[in-house]
């Protein structure tokens, strides 16, 4: 069962196993590199056993470092981004629902109520930087919005502002927010950009450690040609030439480091913030496996998860550990000698001693996974749809889904039901295991929380409905005995705002 936890972690001089050669002296101090992709599954990962798409890079990472089969996501952006930043669930940091910040206004991501993985490493002496997208954030109303969230340098893509049409660009003739404001990088493209700033951030900072936050716009829609493949016309074409992009790019990070003589000091995650889109299908070791982008499906939320250092993660190894996005916080900080912040209260382990190789198992005993479909505003502020939102626990074979009224509805065997079309929660031999990733859930708050942020008098709000509060939740007690269907089908056909472009 996992418990909440303030943990306090201790610089430690050097670890037994970790054998660097170079920069001895700042072993207890690697560069901490955290790629994320933006819709993208395993099944169009090479690793991963995708078929008919090359990712050579990634799959070196892979053969160098450690390869994880059952690392969780959320099964949409904003839950999963906020879940990485914080260390906690959506249910705790409130953002259980997809908001689009600059599109549809009202609140915003607060440095001040929320922990954030910037400013832990940043205060461990790190040097910090982000570059990609954001979208948690009105770059308008806060500029300085990254330095609050502990980031020194930052290259954004603004998110797309209400009112603000070429903000909507984040690949050719992109809307990039950096120091020097926001505009238009005319006849450039927005992923190359954001690659080049972190070759120079690292470049200028070879000498001293670093945390970079690399959440990459590709190969989110919509579908665009590529500077290495220009004249793709076909939707899968596109597609395949975008994730061939987030190849290449990963390929260029890892050779300047390279160049640089740091790679034995630089560890790098590489992921995805949920599953691909629910368009696009492919074929991973002889399956065909459609995309599970805002679901809690495996193909939604059990992402590609690799870990890269030689010298300190082994190579090779495929692990079969529980992790999850709530899980970063506290590894980064436990690797670089950081103490979170105390005020807040966190749901991760540290991996460290997992991807060093010390243990096989992580701490933790199931994951979980939660959140999608955008938001409610009311007169009250953002709120999230669901009263208690329905998620899943998975242990390494079993998983359990919850629905929005607290009751179990589905057993699966992940290991012999990947496709988790077999039902097995009305079989009394599973009665155990039912109760035993039930019992999570019971620890958790019968209420979720919504977003919590400092009110800001005459913020802009694009988007609003003050006549719904409260009572539109799903699951709330106040609700009319017995409209719980008819409510959801309601929120799902007229409220649930447009999520095509985010």
């Avoid at 790098?268 to 889109?277: A, H, L, P, R």
Wanted: glycine share 8%.
């Amino acid at each position: 069962m996992i418990k909440r936890i303030v943990f306090l972690l201790i610089v430690i001089a050097t670890v037994v196993g970790w054998a660097i050669p170079v920069r001895a002296a700042d072993i207890s101090k690697p560069n901490i590199i955290f790629v994320l992709l933006d819709d993208l599954g395993k099944e169009w990962v090479g690793c991963y056993g995708a078929e008919g798409i090359e990712t050579p890079r990634i799959d070196e990472l892979a053969e160098g470092g450690m390869r994880f089969n059952n690392a969780y996501s959320m099964p949409q952006c904003t839950p999963s981004r906020t879940c990485f930043l914080t260390g906690q669930y959506p249910f705790r940091n409130g953002w259980v629902n997809h908001w689009d910040v600059p599109r549809w206004g009202k609140g915003y991501f607060d440095w001040r109520k929320n922990p954030s993985i910037g400013r832990v490493m940043k205060s461990a002496g790190y040097k910090t930087a982000a570059a990609g997208k954001w979208q948690i954030n009105d770059f308008r109303e806060q500029p300085d919005a990254m330095v609050k969230h502990g980031f020194d340098e930052y290259c954004m893509w603004t998110g797309w502002e209400e009112g603000n049409d070429p903000s909507g660009e984040r690949y050719w003739n992109p809307y990039i927010h950096t120091k020097e404001g926001s505009k238009t990088y005319t006849g450039q493209f927005g992923p190359d950009i954001y690659n080049q700033f972190l070759v120079d951030f690292i470049t200028e900072n070879k000498d001293e450690p670093f945390f970079i936050y690399y959440p990459l716009a590709l190969p989110h829609g919509p579908l665009t040609t590529t500077p290495l493949e220009p004249d793709v016309t076909e939707k899968y074409d596109m597609h395949k030439a975008m994730v061939r992009y987030c190849d290449h790019l990963t390929g260029k990070l890892m050779d300047h480091i390279d160049e640089l003589g740091i790679r034995d000091n630089t560890i790098i995650v590489w992921t995805c913030d949920n599953g691909t889109s629910k368009s696009l299908t492919n074929i991973m070791n002889d399956r065909e496996v459609r995309g599970g982008k805002t679901l809690t499906t495996e193909n939604g939320v059990n992402t590609p998860f690799i870990v890269n250092c030689p010298g300190t993660i082994p190579a090779g190894v495929v692990s079969d550990a529980l992790v999850d996005f709530s899980d970063m916080l506290p590894t980064f900080a436990d690797m670089g000698g950081a103490e979170p912040e105390s005020r807040f209260v966190y749901d991760g382990f540290s991996a460290k001693d997992v991807f060093t190789g010390k243990v096989k198992n992580s701490g933790r005993e199931w994951n979980m996974a939660m959140g999608s479909h955008g938001g409610v505003s009311t007169d009250k502020g953002i709120e999230n749809i669901y009263y208690f939102r329905d998620r899943v626990i998975r242990e390494e074979r079993y998983k359990l889904f919850v629905g929005t009224d607290r009751k179990p509805e589905k057993l699966v065997d992940v290991i012999n039901d990947p496709d988790e079309k077999k039902n097995l929660i009305d079989n009394p031999e599973y009665a155990a295991v039912v109760k035993r990733l039930y019992k999570p859930i019971e620890d958790m708050p019968v209420t979720d929380s919504d977003p919590v942020y400092t009110v800001i008098p005459d913020y802009p709000v694009y988007k609003n409905d003050g006549k719904r509060s409260k009572i539109h939740k799903i699951g709330h007690p106040d609700n009319p005995k017995g409209d719980h269907l008819e409510l959801k089908k309601k929120e799902i056909e007229e409220y649930l705002p447009h999520i095509g472009r985010p």
